[in-house]
């Protein structure tokens, strides 16, 4: 009898997270607007910003799909927000660098679905102000980050200034790492889900029992 209650406990919860994972998939995630102040010079940008450099986005990746897939099961078992669940991020080969980058390729983050991400398009060129993030670098529409062709009054400011030596990586060297990464972190969070999934499945069947 206690198996049964029990399966059938486990069973309303699975239940439970299929419903709640299909409706993340089918709710659009909300937009904010973006309040920008004016954008400073490019001498007050350059001491504003952790890294400067041009380079062409080779590739475009959104944040974590586990993380989306699993956000309203995070929310209701009360765990935090998976940190950059929609944020996108751009792939950039760097051809020049004033400031805080010196390998290429570099991976910047741009909240994909913000009003204040920064739109980058694969395959265009781009001069990049962008702040250190998690770890990470980061950029928005809110810096002076512009399509290199745009970037004339910046560029001519930064080729007053010494660049740095950009050190190539091999093709796909450091990617290994990050999906590692990247799997270990979902491994860990369907682990806690699980955990917290059965925590909560002794809790009903005791309940029914008492």
């Known amino acids: ?124 060129r781009y001069l990049i102000y962008a702040h250190a993030s998690g770890g990470g670098l980061s950029a928005t529409i809110c810096s002076r980050t512009a399509e290199l062709g745009l970037a004339g009054t910046d560029l001519a400011y930064l080729r007053t200034l010494p660049a740095l030596v950009v050190t190539q990586s091999p093709p796909g060297a450091g990617w290994v790492w990050t999906a590692l990464g990247a799997g270990a972190a979902g491994l860990m969070l369907l682990a806690g889900v699980a955990l917290a999934l059965r925590r909560r499945a002794r809790r009903a069947a005791r309940s029914h029992e008492v």
């Open 1 to 124: 009898m206690k198996s049964g209650r029990y399966n059938a406990g486990m069973h309303r919860l699975v239940a439970l997270l299929v419903l709640l994972t299909t409706v993340s998939l089918m709710a659009p995630r909300p937009a904010h607007a973006c309040s920008c102040a004016m954008p400073p010079t490019p001498a007050v940008g350059f001491t504003q910003a952790d890294a400067i450099f041009s380079g062409t986005v080779s590739q475009l990746n959104l944040g974590s799909a586990l993380g989306r897939l699993l956000e309203p099961v995070r929310q209701w078992l009360g765990l935090a927000p998976a940190p950059s669940a929609y944020n996108q991020f751009a792939v950039v080969a760097v051809s020049q660098s004033w400031k805080g980058v010196r390998h290429s390729p570099v991976q910047v983050q741009t909240d994909g679905g913000a009003m204040c991400g920064f739109p980058f398009v694969s395959g265009q």
